[in-house]
């Protein structure tokens, strides 16, 4: 692939996290941030410099299309569209406008048939949660089991890495989310996904951000390699992506265990320094856990993944 189609590409996904118009001057920042630490592992790719003429409206969809000639490399620009607009939720209507203008862009005949699997996913998101037991004034927490049941997820959202799939990625917030509501229905919390969400995004995790990173980071470091069936996935997708996505997942745990357990009394200051000594462990971890991540990619298919994204914390 070259630098201009690896170009075209990530400004595709850039174009999608901005597409619905609401972007705080946080999340802003955000991105930004992502653009800046991209830019390090950029091969002949300003990073930076692609991030300020999407933000200065210097570049539109018709002139990163352009630079995308074949079927394959069209067909993944999609993907990766809707990945990004569905990745903190339900899709906007100026979501789905920038989608639908993408579609005429890129022309010819793009399989579709992966979006209902990816916007299931992100729905579940949104889904109501059960709540919480109320009335009990003392809650008795086993914290092995939660241990055990963090330790998993994570290894479960760096199995997702793994898969051919690139809506695969996409299951990864729900799975986050769905294990924060239940270590905080452990504690006698009663939450809703978007208070879920919010404690997430207050962590530090913006979930637009945290697929953008993902992608952007294979995208840029040449991770990619050939475009094969519109997936996108080389050899070399075994790395960054899934040790974020395992430490992320397991460092956000073991974050909301410490905040609930200890009665929420922490600072927003103290929550995000807490989370970053958290995600610098888990970071750590991965090579122990990198067999069980492995047999866990081997034993999941799409029905395997809707199936646990749909399915309550055990």
């Not at 930076?48 to 079927?71: D, F, I, W, Y």
């Not at 809707?82 to 939720?89: F, P, R, S, W, Y």
């Not at 579609?103 to 579940?124: C, I, N, P, S, Y």
Request: charge should be neutral; glycine fraction near 10%.
């Amino acid at each position: 692939m070259t630098a201009e189609e690896q170009r075209a590409l990530l400004a595709v996904a850039l174009l999608a996290a901005f597409a619905d118009g609401n972007k705080s001057e946080a999340e802003r920042e955000e991105v930004k941030r992502i653009a800046a630490n991209l830019g390090g592992q950029a091969q002949g790719l300003n990073v930076a410099a692609l991030m300020q003429e999407v933000l200065l409206k210097r570049l539109g969809l018709p002139e990163a299309v352009a630079q995308l000639k074949s079927p394959e490399q069209r067909q993944l620009a999609y993907e990766l569209a809707v990945c990004v607009c569905d990745a903190d939720g339900v899709q906007s209507p100026a979501e789905r406008q920038f989608l639908a203008s993408l579609k005429t862009e890129l022309g010819g005949t793009l399989d579709t048939a992966f979006e209902a699997q990816a916007d299931g996913l992100a729905l579940e998101t949104d889904a109501p949660l059960a709540p919480a037991a109320a009335g009990a004034a003392v809650v008795k927490v086993d914290r092995a089991a939660l241990d055990k049941s963090i330790f998993n997820r994570a290894v479960l959202c760096g199995a997702l890495e793994l898969l051919p799939q690139s809506w695969a990625s996409v299951a990864i917030i729900p799975l986050q989310v769905k294990l924060v509501h239940g270590i905080a229905q452990a504690h006698g919390v009663s939450m809703d996904a978007g208070m879920v969400k919010e404690f997430i995004a207050t962590a530090g995790v913006g979930l637009t951000g945290q697929y953008l990173e993902q992608f952007g980071r294979k995208l840029v470091g040449g991770l990619l390699g050939s475009v094969l069936g519109g997936l996108g996935r080389g050899v070399g997708s075994v790395g960054t992506g899934m040790v974020m996505s395992f430490a992320t997942t397991y460092a956000l745990g073991q974050l909301a265990v410490r905040y609930y357990g200890g009665g929420r009394q922490m600072s927003t200051a103290l929550l995000q320094q807490t989370y970053q000594d958290l995600l610098g462990n888990a970071r750590q971890m991965q090579q122990q856990a990198l067999p069980q991540i492995q047999a866990q990619a081997r034993s999941l298919d799409a029905g395997k993944v809707l199936e646990m994204v749909r399915k309550p914390l055990a």
